[in-house]
């Protein structure tokens, strides 16, 4: 088995990155959607949100209002640390029930774990290569507000809330430059999947 950790600021093009791993034959577990199931409604996870932010975070279906919960979360440090407390722990056991799964299904399986936060989780050690996937920051604003419809003020936030670049920078084994063309990042992504070992 193979374990790569997949990382990146937000915008900077991990799913173009994950999504071409996945199409030459990895397989991706992915710690946003992790983190939509650790609080889907009904969950343990659902239910501590609520209790901790209120119900002013609920959309009118019922569902989490994710929109209202960033808000708050990305303008106090404080709050967002609240909520890693609740949805981390949850991301970890689900995200270590798919790798086991995928390991029982296929032991030479290469999986991508896709991770924002993977400085931020300290779980270096885990992984057989760390790729970060960066771009510049103006890069990455453009992107959040053209693609998102964040604001300028919002796309700031985001992407500062997150580790710096030079954090990431410095975990990385292999670096893919998403700064430039799609066929450009594309490339970095074969040429990064024929160097890995094969059984």
């Known amino acids: 088995m193979y374990l790569i950790g997949l990382t990146g600021g937000i ?7 994950s999504s071409r791993l996945v199409e030459l034959g990895a397989v991706l577990v992915d710690a946003d959607e992790l983190s939509r199931e650790a609080v889907a409604p009904g969950s343990p996870g659902f239910a501590r949100v609520v209790d901790t932010f209120g119900e002013a975070v609920l959309a009118p279906d019922g569902s989490l209002d994710r929109a ?17 407390g609740i949805v981390h722990p949850e991301v970890r056991r689900l995200s270590r029930e798919r790798m086991d799964a995928a390991f029982a299904v296929d032991p030479d399986a290469i999986v991508v774990y896709d991770v924002p936060l993977l400085v931020e989780s300290g779980a270096l050690s885990t992984y057989d290569l760390i790729v970060v996937v960066d771009a510049p920051e ?3 604003q453009e992107r959040l507000e053209t693609l998102r419809g964040m604001s300028t003020d919002d796309a700031r936030r985001r992407i ?29 992504v074969d040429e990064l999947w024929a160097s890995l070992p094969r059984t």
């Not at 915008?11 to 990155?17: E, F, L, N, Y």
């Not at 404080?78 to 890693?84: I, K």
Request: no cysteine.
């Open 11 to 17: 915008a900077a093009g991990k799913s173009a990155v």
């Open 138 to 140: 103006w890069v990455r």
């Open 68 to 84: 209202a919960l960033g808000a708050i979360i990305f303008a106090d440090p404080d709050r967002r640390a609240a909520l890693n």
């Open 160 to 188: 500062h809330s997150q580790s710096t670049d030079a954090e990431r920078r410095a975990i990385a084994d292999v670096t893919i430059d998403a700064g430039g063309t799609v066929e450009q990042t594309l490339a970095q």
